[in-house]
């Protein structure tokens, strides 16, 4: 459901009453990639605990002051733990969180947290190094697309994963991205992919919401990766494979505690070793010695043998930025904003 404006403030909770968890979603539930995925984890609450939760969301909210209205709107109305689901909430969920001390807001992807305000993310990071392995291997014209959201750490990170890993396969790889500012523009996104593909990229990455890309590749004959979820339905003969989040058990976890009384803020990084990160069944046409080592380094990275940012690691000038045999640090990863080797056009400033 979509919660109806204006609804007003709370009665007094009875000790039947249902505990309300509410959900801010960036995009449509059917965009199949992020906010869908983000509702699953929505549902997998409602599985979890039946009818003594009532979960509702607002989807299609623009990262603003239109945020700020919905948050609200939910902490008035008797949600006692909403989720925001945009990196764009994160002013707006805390300038909420002040209002309302005795509700419990959870922010993905942002860092700003409060006693009553934790913070989330998963290391989409890792699946885009497991995919530069495949890119590696399967580009002929040693040029990737990649079509960019919002130029935050988190997308240039993701960037920079999946160039190095290809990289090591192939020096080669090129990799070109197009920012198309917006987590969620179908019609952006197809334009932009056919760009990039009339410029000679056999493959196209995206960390934008609609499979819309993955279309495009479809139609256009060249490989595509599915973005936070398996979008194979969107192109049979282009899908790689995805990088898939999985929210569920997370929610359900942090749900369970808001209603046991247990719940304190926090922060989670969660990669392919909680399972939060997952890799979607891969394309049979690719060649099985190429899944094998995909899968091979997404088995090395859970296990804590593959760390995707070792070095040597060159900037864009060729110098040498992480030695040999180092690894960036958590902190130097949230607050990367520059580009590896092999990367096309500069950072948007």
Known sequence: MTLAAGASAALPARAADPFKVGFVYVGPIGDHGWSYQHDQGRLAIEAAFGDKVETSYVESVPEGADAERVITQLARSGHKLIFTTSFGYMNPTAKVAKKFPDVKFEHATGFTRAPNMATYAARFYEGRYVVGILAGHMSKTNKVGYIASIPIPEVIRGINAFTLSARKINPAIEVTPIWVNSWYDPGKEADSAKAL?????????QHTD?????QTAEERGVWSVGQAS??????????????VDDW?????????????GTWTSGDVWGGFDSGMVKMSDYNPALPENVVAEAVA??????AGNLHPFTGPIKNQAGEVVV?????LEDGELLGMN????????????
């Open 210 to 214: 609609s499979p819309a890309p993955v």
């Open 338 to 349: 520059w580009y590896v080797e092999g990367v096309n056009g500069k950072v948007p400033s």
């Open 197 to 205: 593909i009339d410029q000679g990229a056999d493959i196209i990455l």
């Open 323 to 327: 030695a040999e045999g180092q690894s």
């Open 248 to 260: 569920a058990p997370y929610y359900v976890e942090r749900t369970r505690q808001a209603m046991a």
């Open 230 to 243: 398996d979008m194979s339905a969107f192109g049979p003969k282009s899908h790689m494979t995805a990088i």
């Open 297 to 302: 380094a997404r088995d090395a990275i859970a």
